[in-house]
Every structure is written in C-alpha cells, then in structure tokens.
C-alpha cells in the first residue's frame, strides 16, 4: 500500500475529511439558535445524502471507472459544504440540508469505493493491518477536528470558523486530482511482491517469530 497511484492520496484525503468535517455540521443550525429537535431534523434530513450514495457508487464506478469516481466525484461534491455556513432561520435552513446531503453523498460513493477496492487489493496476509492504519488516520483525525474546531469558533466566531474549516476540507479532493486524474481505474491485482511474502526457508528454528520481524522491518 505504500506505492503506486492514489495510494498515498486516498489516505491522505481520508483524513483531510474526517478532520474538518466531524465536527463542524452540527455547529451550522446551532449558529442560528434552532431548538434541538429542528437541529436533529436538518441533520437526519442531510444525512440522506449518504443513502444516495452508498446507492448509486457501485454504478458511477463502473461508468466514470473506480479512480475518477474518487477524485471526480468529491471534486464536484465537496464544495456544497461552503453552503453550511449560510444557514439561516426559514427557507436557508434548507441550504444547511443541501450543503450537508451533497458532501455526505460524495463521502459514501469515495467509502463504497475505496474500501471495496482496498479489501479486493490487500494480500489477506496484511490486510488487517492496513484496515488498522486507515482507522488510525481516519478516527484519530476527529478529536484534532474538534480541537481545531473548537478553538476557532472560541477566536473568531462560529460562522468565520465554519468558512475556515470547509474552505480546507476541499484539499481532499485536490489531493485525489492530483494522485489520480491520468487514472481510469485503481488497480486490481498487485503483483507479488517480497516486502509481504518472507523467506519462511531462512527463518529456521524462529519460525512465526522470524517472519513476523520480517515483514514488519
């Protein structure tokens, strides 16, 4: 996982995501003193996105090809998010929907895609680690959005900190662009490589212990 195309941008977009973006959402209808169930409403109407992507990432997939389906697809998506801060009392609350079901739906078909693709890709051999790594980078990046978040909001104001924050959630499609706009399709079968497959043969009487150092070296 540590060469060829996109690798490095999936990860890296991943985290770029989930750290501006975990904490900020709610924080659009609360800036404009909704009651709590109206707060519940939008955010479970936005959330509808999601359900329209999981749906339609198998499809975009196989037409726009797995690689542009990532970067094409957050690149158009993402910047609906700009829409949040503009939330306001009456019809804008409708605005805080758009900007929030757009992105949500851009996020699952990236999901849909680069996991399935990860699962089809990784040797069984290394695929826990590698799911392990991408939770890393992905739910360790949340509690840094909530600080960052956090204390923008305390320095400048909600709604200036809200602009901040999704202005630098589109370095993730950005980063896909540029790891993957020559890219019709990730990859589908990696060749055999030695960095996964030891030399049982020159273990010897160490054994798993051998082969553990030396596929972790």
Do not use: K
């Amino acid at each position: 996982m540590r060469s060829g195309p996109g690798r490095g941008g999936i990860a890296s977009a991943t985290g770029s995501w989930w750290c501006d973006t975990s904490s900020v959402r709610p924080a659009g209808p609360r800036s404009v003193h909704l009651q709590p169930g109206a707060v519940g409403l939008l955010l479970a109407a936005g959330s509808l996105g999601s359900v329209i992507g999981a749906l339609t990432a198998r499809a975009l997939g196989r037409r726009l090809g797995t690689a542009r389906a990532l970067w094409l697809v957050s690149t158009l998506t993402a910047p609906f998010g700009l829409l949040i801060p503009l939330t306001g009392p009456g019809w804008r609350q409708l605005v805080f929907v758009a900007g929030t079901a757009v992105p949500m739906a851009g996020i699952l078909v990236y999901n849909v895609t680069a996991v399935a693709w990860r699962q089809a890709y990784c040797p069984p051999q290394i695929l826990g680690r590698v799911v392990a790594s991408m939770r890393f980078v992905l739910f360790g990046t949340i509690p840094l959005g909530a600080l960052l978040g956090g204390a923008l909001a305390t320095a400048i104001g909600v709604r200036d900190a809200l602009w901040l924050l999704l202005a630098g959630n589109l370095s993730a499609p950005a980063v896909l662009a540029g790891s993957l706009r020559r890219t019709r399709d990730l990859p589908e079968h990696r060749p055999l490589a030695s960095w996964w497959m030891p030399d049982r043969a020159g273990c010897g009487a160490e054994g798993p212990t051998c082969m553990w150092r030396t596929m972790v070296a």
